[in-house]
């Protein structure tokens, strides 16, 4: 199943604000949400990672670029948010404990994840940002139910 939506943001803000729409999204779903972020660097795949994340009240976003992965816990939500841009191989996910971070059916958002192919669990949703200076072109394309149902309230 690929379903393909694009759209047009003008700035900065309507990425955080798209992150946000997304998050609230997810609340409606009972079970792990695997969400892909791809692009160039610079697109603003941490942008709207930040606008999903600070959704469920968390003020202090990260990007994992450095630890590759930054978890958000609270009583509403479980997120983690990974960027496996440094990943030298798939296989250094599992010195991480990848495996630890699937359980609790929690929100995954990927950044790069082509580099951790094989070791990360496949994706609801894909969505690839392109684009500079403020305007970005997002594709969406959904491989599942749970990414179709989430395309369906955006």
């Known amino acids: 199943m690929a379903i393909i939506l694009i759209l047009?943001?003008?700035?900065?803000?309507?990425?955080q604000q798209f992150g946000?729409?997304?998050?609230?999204?997810?609340?409606n779903i009972n079970?792990?949400?695997?969400?892909?972020l791809e692009g160039d660097l610079g697109t603003g795949k941490t942008t709207l990672a930040r606008?999903?994340?600070?959704n469920f009240g968390f003020n202090q976003v990260k990007s994992p670029t450095y630890s590759i992965v930054e978890s958000y816990k609270n009583a509403?939500?479980?997120?983690?948010?990974?960027?496996?841009?440094?990943?030298?191989?798939p296989t250094d996910l599992d010195y991480i404990g990848i495996r630890d971070y699937l359980d609790d059916n929690p929100?995954?958002?990927?950044?790069w994840?082509?580099?951790g192919k094989g070791v990360i669990p496949p994706a609801d949703?894909?969505?690839?940002?392109?684009?500079?200076?403020?305007?970005?072109?997002?594709?969406?394309?959904?491989?599942?139910?749970i990414g179709k149902k989430l395309l369906r309230c955006t």
């Open 20 to 27: 946000q729409k997304l998050a609230r999204c997810t609340q």
């Open 31 to 36: 079970s792990a949400v695997v969400i892909y």
């Open 113 to 115: 994840a082509k580099l």
């Open 8 to 15: 047009i943001l003008k700035n900065e803000a309507e990425t």
């Open 76 to 89: 509403l939500i479980n997120i983690h948010h990974f960027d496996c841009y440094r990943l030298s191989s």
């Open 51 to 54: 606008g999903f994340i600070q």
């Open 107 to 111: 929100i995954q958002l990927i950044e």
């Open 125 to 145: 949703m894909k969505i690839t940002l392109s684009g500079f200076n403020k305007q970005r072109k997002m594709l969406i394309t959904v491989h599942t139910k």
